[in-house]
DNA sequence: ATTATCTATAGATCTATAGATAATGC
DNA sequence: ATTATCTATAGATCTATAGATAATGC
């Protein structure tokens, strides 16, 4: 009891990263502060001196949850495997991720339920959807920044819809379907290589 | 009080419906058996003759929140504006869909929350999924039975994610390019008209 | 002296059940 | 007699706060 400030910078970022896997887990709704900071090592009363509210709590969750593919294109520059489009859409649309939400992409596993949260989630969701899509964008080859653009919000919206009913059916067959269909789709339509087009 | 058989199918029917647009809207964790009730002019004590469990309601509340394409491609059938996917792609990712989600397709509503409920309740879901995909697929012009099956998976999963996404940011000019955007790229790319690529 | 965390609890939920009441249906 | 619905409530949550405790940091 009675730690540093250092500590308690610390011990934020700790439950910040514990919620951010549990929401993504279990949903915005589907567990409670005593619980959260029982597995942070810590009790209930504590929580309102690192969060104004439970929906502050929310917001700065779920804005860490994002960044997933950033954190990817950063690791590759510096000496991890290359990505490319296609590399990226393997990896999302692969049974490890469908199996695991909590260290997942924040869209599929939350969507629906960050559709009903309050202006400052949806606000911080907003700019990590726009920096994503730029993300993409730049990756791929295209006539001009338009249509590289359009292709990149094609192909997200369509990883975001897979995943999140990959994970809803309980027919396994069914679920690997959807996965492979839309990725071999995405790879090899003219959505994502215009060339074959030309 | 104490009313005929034919009065309880209907009291039945009505709290399913009810619950099946509440569910869309606020989530499956959005309200409470009480005030769902009081929805439907009744009062909590009589909810557990109707449903062994709150999960039973879930299961056939959501159920029935599914077939939208089914009744509107029937509804064209017996004289209603025709259908065709193009039609359909509009109309889902249309301004007022993404407002409405209690009236909605309840996978860009629930699809994570699916994702987290039990068995029965996934089962139906996965027959349901099954059923759009042989509707979409039958709707598309294509070579072989498989590539049409193919892209009716992809449009639906593009169609999922961006409603998805177009709900959940803030911003209204990101949301409607979302929006925009999958329309005119389903719809005109060789995915959704592959003569356009031979 | 300040503060990070703790214990304890108020007050508002929510699911599910027990038992009463007022109809239906044989 | 059976049953559809009602009132009332037990027991288990959950968010948020008050006040105590044991450190840090001037």
């Not at 779920?62 to 510096?78: I, L, M, P």
């Not at 991720?97 to 599929?108: L, Y």
Request: charged letters at 30%; proline letters at 3%.
């Amino acid at each position: 009891m009675g730690h540093s400030r250092a500590e308690k910078a610390k011990t934020h970022k700790r439950i910040v990263s514990i919620a951010s896997k549990k929401f993504r887990e279990k949903g915005l709704a589907g567990f409670g502060i005593a619980e959260l900071m029982k597995e942070a090592g810590l009790t209930v009363g504590g929580f309102y001196k690192h969060f104004d509210s439970r929906d502050d709590l929310v917001a700065e969750a779920v804005n860490s949850a994002f960044g997933g593919w950033q954190r990817r294109t950063d690791a590759s520059k510096s000496g991890g495997s290359p990505v490319s489009v296609a590399r990226l859409i393997d990896e999302y649309l692969s049974e490890t991720h469908r199996d695991n939400p909590g260290s997942g992409c924040a869209f599929s596993a939350l969507a629906p339920e960050i559709a009903r949260s309050d202006k400052r989630t949806r606000s911080l969701t907003s700019e990590q959807v726009r920096r994503d899509f730029q993300l993409i964008a730049t990756l791929l080859p295209a006539r001009d920044r338009r249509t590289a653009r359009s292709r990149a919000i094609l192909i997200i919206s369509a990883l975001v819809g897979a995943l999140s009913m990959a994970r809803a059916v309980s027919d396994e067959a069914l679920s690997r379907e959807i996965l492979g269909t839309v990725r071999e789709v995405l790879k090899h339509s003219a959505v994502s290589h215009p060339e074959a087009k030309a």
